[in-house]
């Protein structure tokens, strides 16, 4: 009877383990895509014969190794509401793995008539992949990062920093 049952603790064991194992592999996987895009941004504005215009200007981060993006559209929302989607200006731009991308101009945004209307704006930008996941652009004026989101960004610049390899 001794026999059977240690034969089966190492085999719930090994079972255990590999499962145990393969969680933490989903985990860095999924912590690694969460972290590999930084979004910021800041706004340009100008006055041509009465009319305002204002459009961000993207600085993007890949700092994926292996991962290549394609920008889908840009989302602008006001207090959670939908403001308007931009779906010319950056679509289909490629976002090469350990690129930094600036100078990328959004188009005019619609129905922004002073510098606080779009300073009130949210900007996300999605991927043709469907990701809107933590693409939320920091811009001026923006509260910030969430708390969970400010710790992941936080501990993969540590871990770069130490030149620990990630990918």
């Known amino acids: ?15 255990g383990a590999g499962l145990f194992f393969v969680f933490m592999y989903l985990i860095v996987q999924w912590f690694l ?13 100008k006055t041509l014969s009465g009319v305002f215009s204002a459009w ?37 731009y490629v976002l090469e793995p350990g690129t930094i991308n600036y100078k ?27 990701r809107a996941f933590w693409l939320r652009g920091q811009g001026p004026g923006q509260m910030g990062r969430g708390r969970i989101q400010r710790v992941l960004f936080a501990l993969r610049a540590k871990l770069e920093s130490m030149l620990i390899a990630m990918e």
């Open 1 to 15: 009877m001794n026999f059977w049952l240690t034969t089966l603790g190492n085999i719930l064991g090994g079972i």
């Open 33 to 45: 895509q969460a972290t590999d895009l930084l979004v910021s941004y800041n706004w340009s504005y």
């Open 104 to 130: 990328l101009e959004g188009a005019p945004v619609k129905n922004v008539a002073s510098p606080p209307d779009m300073i009130g704006l949210q900007v996300t930008i999605r991927l043709q992949t469907g």
């Open 56 to 92: 961000p200007n993207f600085d993007i981060r890949n700092r994926s190794r292996t991962r290549t993006y394609r920008i889908e559209n840009i989302a602008y929302t006001h207090n959670g509401q939908v403001h308007w989607f931009d779906n010319d200006s950056l679509w289909g």
